[in-house]
Nanobody, 127 residues
Framework: QVQLVESGGGLVQAGGSLRLSCAASGRTFSSYAMGWFRQAPGKEREFVAAISWSGGSTFYVDSVKGRFTTYRDNAKNMVYLHMNSLKPEDTAVYYC????????????????????WGQGTQVTVSS
């Protein structure tokens, strides 16, 4: 497994931006796809975005396409989620997660496909 620590959450007004960071340590970071999930109060954890192990492919849930961008720096063992045009419905605890399968070109959208999770960072968007 890999240890993950998120940062960058906070309170922002609707229309604003935030960048979440996820620092990884442990196993070879560059060999694993990374995912972002979020969980709003009273709701199930949902997939937000994922990036392949090389960074060459990214995937997003429809509700964030065009607003969120994920990218990674394998030299620094970091993955990021840049969020623009934030909406109140984006309010949630955001988690980064590491794929359980190395070098998967198309990372999964199910939380069961990830075996390491960060502690989460709160994102609150006010209207």
């Amino acid at each position: 497994q890999v240890q993950l620590v998120e940062s960058g959450g906070g309170l922002v007004q609707a229309g604003g931006s935030l960048r979440l960071s996820c620092a990884a340590s442990g196993r070879t970071f560059s060999s694993y796809a990374m995912g972002w999930f979020r969980q709003a109060p009273g709701k199930e954890r949902e997939f937000v975005a994922a990036i392949s192990w090389s960074g060459g492919s990214t995937f997003y849930v429809d509700s964030v396409k065009g607003r969120f961008t994920t990218y990674r720096d394998n030299a620094k063992n970091m993955v990021y989620l840049h969020m623009n045009s934030l909406k109140p419905e984006d309010t949630a605890v955001y988690y980064c997660a590491a794929d359980r399968t190395p070098r998967r070109i198309f990372p999964g959208r199910g939380s069961y496909e990830y075996d390491s999770w960060g502690q989460g960072t709160q994102v609150t968007v006010s209207s």
